[in-house]
């Protein structure tokens, strides 16, 4: 029998915290080699072994009769019925963004579209969620810019589309830009994917590209803060993505999936072999033996750790029947990619790597997979955001002066100079383009059935209140969804955060998954998998170590924000909703309970010049039924157009509507005066607040709707009519505005001035 | 009829392709892979975009190489109808199966959006079925569409009415701001001197329905079973 070479000794250092190393020695029984201290490192990093938020996780509904596979997997799964399913999983690439911004954000798209790949699903749709500073700051320009040339270079070429997302700018992210990809997959739900390894003597099949020395230890370098100092040599823990092999690599293993000979798979991502056999392993509770000569390599002479820790792009590990090895290698041959058997299963639980007759590493699979789980201290900041300095008396502002800033605003102003870049209708399923409330896809195995997604992220209401902006975020896609008439089926989250070891930024953590949880259960839809990306501060230039702690500055770190991704499904996708007006001579009504805050709104930060309060109450109940109303009055054809007042309120709504319906409207405001059967009330003109919608329909329309909602118990009421070439806004007492006429021209003129 | 549309490592519009050809258009489409010496049985061809072999060196022109080309240029000489789309047309160009070049967009980004263009000529295989003038909406979606070519070229061409569509706006106005990608002259698509080789940078197949907010693409495979049927009937 061959013994581990080197033996592992008292001297070697994983780089994990002290706890961590003595975890390890407890679980072997003896201290690991070099090779097996680096695996640890990589393994059980915050990236991989999600130690600080696992726990937390756990208090996320992730349950529903449509759930096929739940969190823990490459990817969640929901059937979406007609004997279909779809993947879906959202994944932050913020680190690697930051240092190289546009291989940071290809290879996140990359590594997303694997993620779902790997369970048997055919990659049919992309949405970014993006975070910088403000666009007038020369680096953030230039983060903004590569990061969407990234994401642009890679999923166009690889053919799938990028059909939605968001892009939000604050100073918060100018050293932290955050970049989230949410990628969703098509797959027959009878052969939904799995990543447990099983059958004793089964092959382990290397496929793809070959592997370098790129990226290794990527997934540690993540899980820090990132230092300035450092950049030019965290460049090297950045990968470099190919989409050319990337597409290949979809292609070739959809057809070996197809031949239906394959036991298990799993992509490699972060953690590269490492991770992919470690969890395969300890999912099937069997052991690998792994022989690192047979690693297709781009360059020689390359060390066991590296061969097993690098994060070398386009690459998947199967498990399948040793005799149909070389049929499915054939597959991936055929399609111009490397495919060799690199190993076996084994009975005995443990991971052996071997390298020219070595033994490198001997390993339990669930040792590495399995990351001790921390439950730190939360501790509520003395002061939230929201209540450091709440304004007591707001400024008089000229309504329609501050209408336009907010249309030029980067948040609400029209991403059409982005989502050019994009490819948004490769793979011919998108019915509703980016700029919607959501896209619509149609899918083409089983009409009329649609998927609608929705990406949505508001970190202004989680500074706030994380535990109120989290639900409202989630209340928000609901809503997105709704306006095209879609059900929610599921939901994957980013979670983005300071560093959890601080117990302020894990109370607000643990707020935020309390809120989500409380929308999601709220709604009845399932979390069905997600990334957590802590360490999301910079660490103020030259001074990256701990003893800095204290000294680091509070404004480098981020606002809480988790960003929401949901997928929903269009009964009947032939007769898409529009979200502007339509016609002249429609009734515009206002739907819902929500009454709009301007704590935390896009108001107060632009005018005001802070957060100014909570945002406003959730209102589950109410909202929820809001949403469903507006998702069944979409879907039985009540309604022209329908649009959710979100960010900048009524006022940007009305705005919207009128801008993407190219069409005028005359709108009173409602006053605090009127009763229940009339329109919601009282009403900020920017107020931001869960629930509302604005919504557009023939005369003759109006008593089925009102019907409708009053079986829902909303309220609902008209506000004014569509038509003309203005948008005309008559105020009544006590909304504070002043009355005003502003042609849609010049609406437009703001809200299409981003320049990018 | 019988369509094959080429696949590349790297083509991703080709499903997409058989798709609006089977589904929608009733057709029997096969699949021609790259490597394929032959391409017998097969009535009209259809490179589809994408990025072939990852529109390394230069767009289209490694694919260009491909073995199934030298099947395609025969084809092509005899007098067979072969349309590129997008990737598809750069690889034509580059394979001198059509002439001129396609550059990077004036902007030089990746451009995905609707365009118009007019059809300048009626003598192609593309379009027997489309009076000149016929203004079609269809999407673009490329970073290389900006089409060039050498004075004498440019002079054949227009001589010849090989020029086969322009972008033009709404109303089918070739004005400066409804070109998106800074071609020459505004040329979207051209002919070989037969007519039967045809290649544009809009993406018909993306506009082959009405739920994809055009069903104008639709109108340029209807073209190729017009010609190929006229073709067949005896004189």
């Known amino acids: 029998m061959r013994t581990l070479a080197p033996e592992g000794t008292a001297t070697v250092r ?27 490192g990589v ?128 100073a918060c992210y100018r050293d932290n830009p955050l970049v989230n990809v949410a990628c969703l997959g098509l797959v027959r739900a009878d052969r939904v994917a799995t990543a447990a390894a099983q059958g004793v003597g089964n092959a382990v099949l290397y ?8 990226g290794i230890g990527g997934a540690a370098f993540a899980s820090t803060e990132l230092d300035e100092s450092r950049e030019r040599t965290d460049r090297a823990s950045v990968q470099i993505g190919d989409p050319f092999t990337g597409k290949l690599l979809i292609e070739a293993t959809l057809e070996a999936l197809e031949s239906g000979a394959i036991v298990a798979i799993q992509d490699m991502g972060a953690g590269g072999i490492t991770c992919a056999a470690s969890e395969m392993a300890a999912r099937g509770g069997v052991g690998m033996a792994i022989d690192l000569d047979r690693v297709p390599l781009r360059e020689a002479h390359m060390r066991p750790e590296e061969i097993l820790l690098s994060e070398s792009q386009e690459r998947m590990l199967l498990v399948l029947r040793s005799d149909d090895a070389p049929r499915v290698a054939g597959i991936y041959r055929r399609w111009g990619l490397s495919a060799e058997v690199i190993g076996h299963v084994t009975a005995e639980p443990r991971l052996v790597a071997t390298l020219a007759g070595q033994i490198v590493a001997d390993l339990p699979p669930d040792a590495l997979a399995d990351a001790p789980a921390y439950v730190p201290e939360p501790r509520r900041p003395r002061v939230l955001n929201g209540e450091e300095r709440r304004p007591t008396a707001r400024a008089a502002v000229d309504p329609l002066d501050a209408l336009l800033r907010m249309l030029r605003h980067p948040d609400i102003a029209s991403k059409r100079e982005i989502f050019e870049q994009y490819d948004h209708m490769v793979g011919i399923r998108t019915v509703t383009v980016p700029g919607a409330d959501a896209a ?110 204290g000294a680091r500055d509070p404004a480098r770190a981020i606002h809480p924000t988790p960003i929401i991704g949901m997928v929903g499904l269009v009964e009947d996708v032939s007769r898409p909703t529009r979200s502007g007006f339509l016609n002249e001579g429609d009734l515009i009504v206002l739907i819902g309970s929500g009454s709009g805050s301007l704590g935390a709104s896009l108001h107060d930060v632009l005018i005001e010049g802070n957060i100014g309060g909570p945002p406003a109450d959730p209102a589950l109940g109410d909202t ?18 329908a649009h959710d007042v979100s960010d900048g309120g009524l006022a940007v709504a009305l705005a919207e509507a009128c801008i993407m319906g190219g069409i005028g409207a005359s709108v009173t405001l409602p006053s605090a005066t009127q009763d229940h059967s009339g329109p919601p009330a009282p009403l900020d003109w920017f107020g931001e607040g869960p629930g509302l919608f604005l919504v557009s329909l023939p005369a003759e329309g109006l008593p089925a709707l009102e019907a409708l909602a009053a079986e829902h118990g909303v309220p609902c009421g008209a506000i004014g009519t569509v038509g003309g070439a203005s948008l005309s806004v008559l105020a009544s007492a006590p909304t504070g505005v002043d009355s005003f006429t502003v042609e849609v021209r010049v609406l437009r003129q703001a809200w299409d001035s981003l320049e990018f | 009829m019988r369509w ?20 929608v258009m009733g057709q029997s489409v096969d699949a021609v892979w790259h490597e394929e010496r032959s391409v017998a049985g097969l009535d009209v061809l259809v490179l589809p975009g994408g990025f072939s072999y990852g529109d390394y060196l230069r767009a289209g022109a490694i694919a260009a190489t491909a073995p199934v080309m030298s099947a395609i240029r025969d084809f092509a000489e005899a007098g067979r109808p072969v349309l590129g ?20 967009n004036a902007r030089l980004r990746f451009r995905c959006r609707p365009v118009w263009v007019r059809v300048e000529s009626s003598d192609t295989s593309f379009t027997a079925a489309l009076p000149e003038g016929t203004v079609l909406q269809m999407p673009i979606a490329h970073a290389e569409g900006g089409y060039r070519a050498s004075a004498d070229e440019l002079n054949a061409l227009r ?40 290649g544009l940078m809009p993406h018909p197949e993306r506009a082959s329905e009405g739920l994809l907010a055009s069903s104008d693409g639709r109108r340029i495979f209807e073209s190729a079973l017009a010609s190929l049927a006229a073709r067949a009937e005896p004189v």
């Open chain 1, 14 to 40: 994983t780089g994990l915290p002290a706890g961590d190393e003595h975890e390890i020695v407890r679980r072997l029984g003896r201290h690991p080699n070099m090779v097996e201290a680096r695996m640890f």
């Open chain 1, 43 to 170: 393994m059980w990093s915050e990236h991989c072994g999600y130690k600080h938020s696992r726990h937390t996780l756990r208090r996320l509904p992730s349950g529903s009769p449509r759930v096929l596979s739940g969190p823990g997997g490459n990817a969640g799964v929901v059937s979406i019925g007609a004997g279909w399913a779809v993947a879906f999983k959202m994944e932050s690439h913020n680190h690697p963004s930051a240092v190289d911004p546009y291989n940071g954000a290809a290879t996140g798209v990359g590594g997303i579209i694997r993620d779902v790949l790997a369970m048997g699903a055919r990659p049919i749709a992309l949405l970014d969620s993006l975070r910088f500073g403000p666009l007038d700051d020369r680096r953030s320009r230039q983060l903004a810019g590569g990061v969407v040339a990234g994401i642009a270079g890679y999923g166009n070429a690889i053919g799938v589309p990028t059909v939605g997302g968001e892009l939000l700018v604050d």
């Open chain 1, 207 to 214: 496929a793809g590209a070959r592997t370098g020395r790129d």
């Open chain 1, 440 to 549: 619509v896809l149609r899918v083409l195995e089983a009409p009329p059935l649609g998927l609608a997604l929705a990406a949505d992220g508001n970190a202004r209401w989680c500074a706030g209140d994380p535990r109120r902006g989290a639900a409202l975020i989630v209340m928000e896609a609901a809503a997105n969804l709704a306006c095209v008439g879609a059900e929610p089926l599921a939901v994957t989250d980013c979670l983005n955060f300071g560093s959890p070891e601080r117990p302020e930024v894990f109370w607000t953590f643990r707020e935020a998954v309390d809120g989500i949880a409380d929308a999601c259960r709220s709604l009845g839809v399932p979390v069905i998998g997600g990334n957590v990306s802590f360490y999301n501060e910079a660490a103020a230039a030259g001074n990256g170590s701990a003893a800095a702690e």
């Open chain 1, 624 to 641: 929820t039924r809001a949403i469903q109303l507006v998702c069944r009055a979409v879907r039985a054809r009540l309604v022209r157009s």
């Open chain 2, 4 to 23: 094959g549309v080429v696949v590349f490592p790297g083509s991703n519009c080709d499903q997409d392709c058989m798709h609006a050809l089977r589904s």
């Open chain 2, 85 to 104: 789309v997008c990737n598809g047309f750069q690889i034509l160009t580059e394979a001198r199966l059509l002439p001129g070049t396609l550059v990077r």
């Open chain 2, 159 to 198: 001589a010849a009415g090989r020029v086969v569509f322009r972008y033009c706006d709404r109303e089918g106005r070739v004005l400066a701001e409804a070109n998106p990608n800074g071609s020459v002259d505004a040329i979207a698509g051209v002919a070989n001197a037969r007519g039967n080789v045809v």
